[in-house]
């Protein structure tokens, strides 16, 4: 089955938050924009039309895009972006996939408010658990009073690389009844005792992972990034941006109204927290509740990495008859660092120290940087490529060392490590071959948890842990039974992550942190995976209508 949404319009709007009227850049008027429901194997076709000021692409988050790399989304990676007053039709089919995943724009901050629910339900209508009675799409945001679309851009060139905090955390794109100058912008939800929920939540937010819970009642995790997971249950959902979980609540306390509440999770070890410290809420309201004061949950501390960790490791695959078992073995082993670190200055940064240099960020030691002239993967699939990227990202970083330990940062043997460099390296990998990559936190300039998201596949989560990466001990722990699946993993402050993938899927796939201000510093790479022999391993084609720079 086909699915021609009505086209899907990008225009400038204005709305009213924290009372505050400000003009937002949002898809069919709505924020959090429209969601998009659809059936496991239908193919999509979303028309976008660009009516705002800015550039414009969307990525079609965790949709592993099979042959049709082209319609993924990265701003230069898949695409040249949609440019105002532009259009495109994005086509590509989600077989093999349920569950809850979103589309954001990819170009900017702009993701900020271009962002919405993409949901794949079942094909025959059932769930490895009990049917529920109403599915909710939850998406946790944040909100700023600014112009979103200027924000990376104000701190590049005059920030020092340092993005402005959000004003709010929002749910449904509401801040709540916290935000105390406001208190009429709240999401409600009404429910109907001794039914069960199925809560689609979302961590939209551009820089901040997020904790979730509702008073009095507690949730039973059935899968994260679309990818089914044993029944677990916990009162509190920890989640990073880009990821998301699917949760099964229980109405069966007394009648009343209960706050949901998200709050951030801020793992750095350094430094005093800087975010907006408010609790954004909405109301869970039992029908015949009355109007008593919502009880409110108790939110783990800002820093809890316990509570975090928990739940992030607690988590296992859900095994299926038809969906794949995790390799035993694996053919390309990378182990790379993930981090922020010193960068001499571009010329273009105004306030910049030239001896000093600026805040980055690396894996292995390079700093991406995105390509201006054609997308990579135009580039790659029609030959010129030499001229756009360098296919030697390494598989190590160019030494080994304390990467936990940021006093070492004066050690002169470490020099070559501090002196990043920028580059558009990618990491090319024969078509099927599986991947290993240790990702190794270092804490040059701080530390804290990275949410890597890798475009075009699902990984298995093996391990994670803290301090340095230890084969030895770290093997010992690998689930090479029934590990979680994701698109995205927060690689723990001060620790480390190790996630094996098959690159069964030919074309050009962006990894980067989904904290979004982490991106303009270059934290990304790009695996490039050539064609297979069998057709259907090729990728076909762009579309006729596809973007040129
Ligand atoms: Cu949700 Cu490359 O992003």
């Keep these: 089955r086909e699915w021609l949404t009505s086209p899907e319009k990008v225009r400038n709007l204005t709305v009213s938050r924290l009372c505050e009227r400000r003009v937002i850049t949002a898809v069919n008027g709505k924020l959090p924009g429209p969601t998009i429901w659809v059936r496991e194997g239908d193919t999509l076709l979303v028309h976008v039309v660009n009516l705002s000021p800015y550039d414009i692409t969307i990525h079609w988050h965790g949709v592993l895009q099979k042959q049709s790399g082209w319609a993924d989304g990265p701003n230069m990676i898949t695409q040249c972006p949609i440019r105002p007053g532009g259009s495109y039709t994005y086509r590509f089919n989600v077989s093999g996939q349920e569950g809850t995943l979103w589309w954001h724009a990819h170009t900017s901050f702009l993701r900020a408010t271009v962002h919405g629910a993409l949901i794949i339900r079942p094909r025959n209508h059932s769930f490895p658990f009990r049917q529920p009675h109403r599915q909710v799409p939850i998406l946790l945001g944040e909100w700023w009073n600014a112009d979103v679309g200027d924000l990376e851009k104000q701190a590049f060139l005059t920030g020092g690389g340092i ?6 955390f929002t749910i449904n794109g509401k801040p709540g009844h916290l935000y105390t100058r406001c208190k009429n912008h709240t999401y409600k939800l009404e429910v ?47 989640i990073a941006p880009g990821q998301t979980v699917d949760a099964l609540m229980v109405t069966d306390a007394p009648s009343a109204r209960y706050y949901m509440a998200s709050q951030p999770y801020f793992s750095s070890l350094n ?10 809420t909405a109301i869970v309201r039992y029908a015949d509740a009355d109007d008593a ?18 739940f992030y490791t607690n988590l296992t695959g859900l095994r299926r008859p038809g969906t794949p078992t995790v390799p035993l073995e694996a053919e390309e082993h990378m182990f790379v660092t993930v981090g922020l670190g010193v960068l001499a200055c571009e010329p273009t940064q105004v306030v910049c120290n030239r001896s000093r240099g600026t805040l980055g960020a690396s894996m292995n030691n390079v700093s991406f940087r995105f390509p201006t002239s054609m997308s990579l993967l135009e580039a790659h699939f029609s030959g010129f490529h030499e001229a756009e990227y360098q296919p030697d990202f390494p598989d190590h970083p160019p030494a080994m060392f304390d990467f936990t330990n940021n006093s070492l940062n004066t050690d002169p043997r470490l020099a070559p490590l501090l002196h990043t460099q920028r580059g558009t390296k990618v990491k090319k990998v024969k078509y099927n071959a599986t991947v290993e990559m240790v990702l190794q936190n270092t804490a040059f300039v701080g530390t804290e948890n990275h949410p890597l998201h890798l475009h075009g596949f699902n990984f298995f989560v093996l391990a994670q842990g803290f301090g340095n990466y230890n084969a ?3 093997r010992s722990r690998y689930n090479l039974v029934d590990p979680q699946v994701r698109n995205t993993i927060g690689v723990p402050a001060g620790g480390w992550a190790v996630i094996r993938f098959v690159a069964n899927n030919p074309g050009v796939w962006i990894m980067h942190c989904h904290l979004e201000q982490h991106v303009p510093l270059g934290l990304a790479t790009v695996f490039v995976v050539e064609d297979g022999t069998t057709p259907d391993s090729i990728l076909p084609p762009p579309p006729p209508d596809f973007p040129a720079c």
């Design 271 to 280: 430094g005093p927290p800087s975010f907006d410290s408010t609790t954004a």
């Design 163 to 168: 993005v402005n905090i959000s004003n709010a």
């Design 293 to 310: 004061p919502p009880e409110m949950p108790r939110m783990p501390a800002f820093n809890d990495t316990p509570t975090a960790h928990r």
């Design 192 to 238: 109907v005792a001794g039914k069960t929920y199925l809560l689609r939540i979302i961590n939209s937010a551009v820089n901040s992972e997020l904790f979730f819970k509702i008073a009095g009642h507690a949730f039973t995790v059935v899968a994260v990034d679309a990818s089914y997971t044993k029944p677990y249950d916990t009162d509190v959902v920890v």
């Design 472 to 474: 030895t001990t770290a």
